[in-house]
T-cell receptor, first 113, second 117 residues
Framework: SQTIHQWPATLVQPVGSPLSLECTVEGTSNPNLYWYRQAAGRGLQLLFYSVGIGQISSEVPQNLSASRPQDRQFILSSKKLLLSDSGFYLC????????????FGPGTRLTVL | AQKITQTQPGMFVQEKEAVTLDCTYD???????LFWYKQPSSGEMIFLIYQGSYDEQNATEGRYSLNFQKARKSANLVISASQLGDSAMYFC??????????????FGKGTHLIIQP
């Protein structure tokens, strides 16, 4: 069966510090991968997605970047965090397109102070 | 551009009663898909049910059913015989085609459902 992991689960970082959040998927090959952010009390906003190794598309301009060094690994990064980067970050995967639902990881709660 | 509207920020329902969570959508696409996700306090997003725009019958999954009214652009989630464990945030979402062949999801702002004993 497929599983998706995210770490760390929670993170408190000072403004201006770097960030690296990791997401890995098991049990599937060549998944589509996604990074979403959820601000407090809000819905999810798609940040990045990837259809293959090294292929990253950004949906909103921001202080963050993403990379996919391996087929089932998706990394969210920042060189210098801003207060507005605080939120709940969710990684998701799907296979193919159309009717397939997206499966979400457990999320990382990031607080920037 | 797509838009999902959930007009109920919060709902209180007695245990064992049926619940209807509202969702309306706006899209210019002829073919689209609608999803409902549940987010308990732990934060994980749990897929509940899917409805394709060309599906002739309303989707059902156990206690969950989707009241799909295409002409009104609504896709309400119905939970029958609610349980205490149903207390959570519920999000309606629409499939959003992306460049390169992937599909993202456009989410509504969610409804916070609280089931009371």
């Amino acid at each position: 069966s497929q599983t998706i992991h995210q770490w760390p689960a929670t993170l408190v970082q000072p403004v201006g510090s770097p960030l690296s959040l990791e997401c890995t998927v098991e049990g599937t090959s060549n998944p589509n991968l996604y990074w979403y952010r959820q601000a407090a009390g809000r819905g999810l906003q798609l940040l990045f997605y990837s259809v293959g190794i090294g292929q990253i598309s950004s949906e909103v301009p921001q202080n963050l970047s993403a990379s996919r060094p391996q087929d089932r690994q998706f990394i969210l990064s920042s060189k210098k965090l801003l207060l507005s980067d605080s939120g709940f970050y969710l990684c998701a995967w799907s296979v193919g397109t159309g009717d397939d639902e997206q499966f979400f990881g457990p999320g990382t709660r990031l607080t920037v102070l | 551009a797509q838009k999902i509207t959930q007009t109920q920020p919060g709902m209180f329902v007695q245990e064992k009663e049926a619940v209807t969570l509202d969702c309306t959508y706006d899209t210019s696409d002829q073919s689209y898909g609608l999803f409902w996700y549940k987010q308990p306090s732990s934060g994980e997003m749990i897929f509940l049910i899917y409805q394709g725009s060309y599906d002739e019958q309303n989707a059902t999954e156990g206690r969950y059913s989707l009241n799909f009214q295409k002409a009104r652009k609504s896709a309400n989630l119905v939970i029958s015989a609610s349980q205490l464990g149903d207390s959570a945030m519920y999000f309606c979402a629409m499939r959003a085609p992306l460049r390169g062949g992937a599909d993202g999801l456009t989410f509504g702002k969610g409804t916070h459902l609280i089931i009371q004993p």
